[in-house]
Every structure is written in C-alpha cells, then in structure tokens.
C-alpha cells in the first residue's frame, strides 16, 4: 500500500511558485583533481624537456671546446716538433753566423793591418834622412892651421837632406869639439848629450845648411905635437831632429860624430855614434 507521505518521493514545487522566485548564481565547480593532476604533469614534462634540450646543447658546446682544445693541442705538438727538427740546424746555422762574422772581423783586422803596414813602409821609403859631413873651415883645407905661437881647430859641418822627400821641422845643435888625451876625449864624446838652442824648427823645406862650430882654445906646441901622434884626440858631434811631410807624430834625429885622423883620411866615424834615427 503506498504512502503519501513517503519521504523518497521528490517533493513537487508548483510552476508558478518556481517562476516567482529569484534565480540563484552558481558557482563554476572547481576542476576536478584528476585534471588538476594532469595539468601539473604536462608543465612538468614541459620543463623536463626544456632542460633535457639545454643539457643537450651544452654538452654540444662542451664537446665542440674540447674538439677545438684537441685540435689546438695537435697544432701545438706538431709545432714542437717542427721546432725541435729545426733546432739543430738553427744552432748549425746560428754558429756558422758566428763563425762568418768572426771571419769577417779577422778579415777586416788584417786588411786594416795590412793597410797600416803598408802605410808605414811607404812613410819609411819615402822619410828624410839627414845627411852630416865633416870638412876643413878653410879654403886650403887645412883642420890645424898655426895662428902665431899656436893652433888653432877649423872644422865645419855641413848637413843636407839626402832622402826622398824633404825634412820639415829642422832643429840642429851647434857642433861641438872635444879635445884631450885620447881616451879622456873619447869618454866625454861617448857621453854627449845633444843641447838644442830652440824648440821648434820652422815649417819650411830643408834643403842644407852649415852647422857652426863651437870654438875650442887654442893649442900649445906641445899639445900640437900630441894630437899629430895620435895621443891626443879630437872629436866633432852634433845632432839635428827633423819631421816628414806626413805628419807631426814621429820625429828623427841624427847624431853626428866625426873623429880627426892626422894620417890618411881627415875624418873617421865614431863606433858609438846613434847616427840616423
């Protein structure tokens, strides 16, 4: 038997009482969880795959550099070892450099040498040498010539150029005479020193000039006699320095002694004269 007042059965609202109420908004329903799930998976596996691409790239990147780093390192070696086989001859090479320029430089060294050497013989072929001889100051010749009760010495000495070129510069001692016992005479002539009256010489061309003699005393009768023996000795020195024509920086000197002979010839070198210098 069914019961009006059964609770199961849906309660009937009227039409017209539906139409006079107000419509109530409803909320849009929130997405259901498994779509929520779902959703957050799908940015998931978004992300994932970006970063699987990035990791992909950079390990391309890296593989690249280290491709480049390989590359560089085997033009390195091969580098090293074109050096290292062209070191040897880079040394060989470097020493034969040396080896030339020391040739040169002894090359060089020589022909300076040679050219000095050359210059020097030159200047000695063609150097000035002065030239003295002794003579009588008298026009008979005579070296003794008895002047009243005594004699008396004439000597002269005349000096020349006789090399190939002319003597600049002259500067000449007066001739000087020693007279004595004959060894005494022969010690002072040994130890002469040349005394020049002037310093400088004048720049002109010598040609010759006659030396003047320094006077000596008279001698005694007796003195005479010994020199004519030969127990007595008679010397004449003297001395002249002089330059060449090619320069101020070297200087000759000739030292002159002349010894008197009685007998024979007038004059006699002396063994230990200097001479020409």
């Known amino acids: 038997m069914r019961n009006d007042t059964d609770t199961n059965e849906p309660t009937k609202v009227p039409q017209a009482q539906l139409g006079s109420q107000h419509t109530i908004p409803i909320a849009p329903t929130a997405p259901a969880e ?29 593989f690249a550099q280290l491709m ?22 880079m040394k060989k090479a470097t020493e034969a450099t040396g080896i030339a320029a020391g040739a040169a430089r002894d090359s060089a060294d020589f022909a ?26 008298l026009a008979n ?17 005349d000096i020349y150029s006789a090399g190939r070129s002319p003597a600049f510069h002259v ?18 002539a040994k130890n002469f020193v040349p005394k020049y009256l002037v ?43 002089y330059e060449d024509m090619f320069g101020r920086d070297v200087t000759y000197q000739t030292d002159y002694c002349f010894r008197y002979r009685p007998t024979g010839m007038p004059f ?7 001479g020409v210098r």
């Open 268 to 274: 006699a070198d002396c063994p230990f004269s200097h």
């Open 68 to 89: 480049v780093n390989g590359v560089l390192a085997i033009i390195g070696v091969i580098a090293l070892c074109i050096y290292y086989g062209q070191l040897p001859q």
């Open 34 to 62: 498994d779509q929520v799930r779902a959703d957050s998976g799908k940015r998931t596996n978004g992300e994932q795959e970006t970063a699987q691409e990035l990791a992909r790239e950079f390990r391309w990147v890296e």
């Open 112 to 137: 300076s040498d040679a050219l000095d050497e050359s210059k020097r013989e030159f200047r000695t072929d063609h150097r000035p040498f002065m030239r003295a001889e002794a003579r009588s100051a």
């Open 141 to 157: 010749g005579q070296m003794l010539a008895k002047v009243g009760e005594t004699y008396q010495i004439f000597i002269a000495v």
């Open 199 to 241: 310093d400088e010489g004048t720049n002109v061309i010598f040609t010759g000039v006659t030396v003047a003699t320094g006077t000596f005393r008279a001698l005694t009768e007796n003195e005479y006699k010994m020199v004519m023996d030969e127990k007595w000795s008679i010397y004449v020195l003297g001395s002249v320095k």
């Open 171 to 188: 500067i000449n001692t007066p001739s000087v005479i020693i007279c004595g016992p004959a060894a005494e005479a022969k010690s002072k």
